[in-house]
């Protein structure tokens, strides 16, 4: 074997070889319903692209950490967040925050708790990194969000010095939020171990409540975030870390993986993000927010008028539908049922074994973004209140793909 034999079950990205699949069907003339990707359909503001325009000419190698100016603009952000333990030092850019979690998981000497339904990178990145795992199945009971009982429970199983735990509040793929942050940072302080919270979706938040365990948890919680969601920035690669000064041995040795690995993020990229932090996109996340959450609570109602159990997304751009008690031992695993419904009628899930669920469990992702958000916004912007009727004519994709997936359960 050329590759190392820890490597031998990868498989790619399940989130883009399902874009690559759907891509393949359209070539071909199907029709597609792209539930699958979980990509941002609103466009990136446009003061944002004129400064990447502007700044098209920065050639040189920038600080490993990042850009100065620009590390200063998102310290702001978190000081408008009220997290002021954090100073400048503290941040760190990178090309996308996927980057950075497999430098700290490379940099990282300790086992990794992933509660399940678990963001699809976060374990290959352990296996990668040779880092043990240990799974947490959560419930729906408590909005598909890991408990402190849960914790105590998987804190038997390793008997590593170090661990760090990965919450992502709102979750992908849930679209849940965790409302008892405060009891678990106090079990985590208790056993010392250390939260990567990922709030890549916290500035797509529905309501204006959001708030991060770095609050209850400062010493050692470091913050994810970057301009792939809330930006609809995903191709530009632009993400930071906040890591406490507790951690700095970790903060110093994810540097020097970086300078080895891709030595700084973008130049013209890191300049044109200073605006993404520095302007006031209160309109443009406002009526994105009014729109995705118009769509989410559509999808809610159609699924769960038809038995389908669900919870109502809280923010983001995901919903999370079991279909375990409608269709139950219709399908031998949820990755079966997903290659049935996209070659029956075009629609693309994501089944919930890629998120950490039993692969019998009938889970599944749904990402509620096949729209065109650039359309939606502009006619956002001129009206007060959005109605479900507008989804007919902004949003007649994921009306029909919904309709398609309840007619093709029942039938």
Not at 40 to 53: A, H
Request: neutral net charge; hydrophobic residues 40%; contains cysteine.
């Amino acid at each position: 074997m050329l590759s190392k034999s820890h490597l031998s079950k990868l498989q790619p990205s399940s989130t883009l070889l399902i874009n690559e699949q759907c891509k393949a069907i359209e070539k071909s003339g199907g029709e597609v319903f792209k539930f699958g990707f979980g990509q941002s359909p609103f466009p990136i503001p446009q003061n944002i692209v004129d400064e990447l325009k502007a700044h098209a000419f920065e050639k040189d190698y920038l600080p490993v950490n990042g850009l100065l100016s620009l590390r200063n603009a998102i310290h702001k952000t978190l000081l408008q967040k009220k997290l002021n333990h954090f100073s400048v030092d503290n941040v760190f850019v990178g090309p996308g925050t996927k980057q950075l979690m497999f430098l700290l998981q490379l940099a990282f000497d300790g086992d990794i708790i992933l509660p399940a339904p678990s963001w699809v990178s976060y374990e290959p990145q352990s296996v990668i990194s040779n880092n043990k795992v240990h799974w947490i199945q959560t419930k729906i009971e408590n909005n598909w969000h890991v408990t402190s009982e849960e914790i105590t429970e998987v804190l038997k199983q390793s008997t590593a010095k170090n661990k760090i735990i990965i919450l992502n509040t709102p979750n992908n793929p849930s679209g849940t939020n965790a409302n008892n942050l405060k009891e678990l940072a106090e079990i985590f302080k208790k056993n010392n171990i250390i939260v990567l919270s990922d709030e890549i979706y916290s500035d797509l938040n529905f309501s204006e409540n959001y708030e991060s365990i770095a609050k209850y948890y400062p010493e050692k919680t470091i913050i994810s975030n970057g301009l792939s969601k809330w930006c609809g920035a995903g191709g530009w690669r632009l993400g930071f870390f906040a890591i406490p000064d507790s951690l700095k041995e970790l903060n110093d040795k994810m540097q020097v993986l970086a300078s080895e690995a891709y030595s700084s993020a973008s130049a013209p990229i890191q300049y044109a993000a200073i605006a993404a932090y520095e302007s006031d996109q209160t309109k443009f996340l406002n009526h994105s927010k009014k729109i995705l959450n118009l769509i989410g609570e559509h999808c809610y109602k159609k699924l769960k008028t038809n038995n389908i159990e669900v919870l109502k997304p809280e923010g983001g751009f995901y919903i999370m539908p079991d279909f375990s008690t409608l269709l139950a031992n219709k399908f031998k695993s949820s990755a079966d049922f997903c290659k049935v419904l996209l070659d029956e009628t075009g629609v693309a899930l994501l089944p919930g074994s890629d998120f950490g669920f039993d692969s019998k469990k009938l889970i599944f992702r749904l990402s509620f973004v096949d729209f065109d958000g650039e359309k939606f916004l502009n006619y956002s912007y001129l009206k007060d209140e959005l109605s479900e009727e507008d989804l007919n004519i902004y949003a007649p994709k994921i009306v029909k793909g919904i309709n398609k997936i309840i007619d093709w359960a029942n039938k």
